[in-house]
């Protein structure tokens, strides 16, 4: 089964739902090479789990995405359904990245410079937001209207 699907069964049960407005912290781990830890925290609940993936070593450039979306159950390898759905008031209140640098664990900020920006299926959907002072530590605030704006 596909992990993105495995992930999103899980996070289905009550015990691991969150609703909107309230605040989560989401963290990616290479605990060892070749093994992720996935790990979501916030409003008195915590998940997390283990995953093989063969490609990401310790040492060596990862790539992760951090996605803002609609959801559309069971539309994967699909067209994009047209739909009226909007997301307000979305939020990443800061977005990090950590690396080795010196022998040292270093934390950098998800800026402009370390990420693709990939506003899909157009960027007519989408309305992102950030100060300049957001933008240094990865923050922006993101809507979503499915009738476009």
């Not at 015990?15 to 990616?28: A, D, F, L, N």
């Not at 959801?71 to 997301?87: H, I, L, M, R």
Request: charged share 25%; proline share 3%; hydrophobic share 30%.
């Amino acid at each position: 089964m596909d992990r993105h699907l495995t992930i999103q069964m899980l996070l289905r049960r009550k015990e691991y739902y969150w609703y909107p407005g309230e605040e989560v912290t989401i963290s990616i781990q290479i605990i060892r090479s070749g093994v992720l830890k996935f790990i979501v925290d916030g409003n008195g609940k915590h998940y997390e789990s283990e995953y093989e993936c063969a490609g990401y070593k310790q040492g060596t450039r990862g790539e992760f995405k951090r996605v803002n979306a609609i959801d559309q159950v069971s539309n994967e390898g699909k067209p994009t359904q047209a739909t009226n759905t909007k997301v307000e008031g979305a939020q990443w209140k800061g977005s990090f990245l950590f690396r080795m640098y010196d022998g040292k664990i270093v934390k950098t900020p998800l800026h402009t410079g370390r990420y693709t920006d990939m506003r899909c299926p157009d960027a007519m959907y989408f309305d992102i937001n950030s100060t300049e002072a957001e933008q240094k530590i990865g923050a922006e605030s993101v809507e979503i209207n499915g009738a476009g704006y």
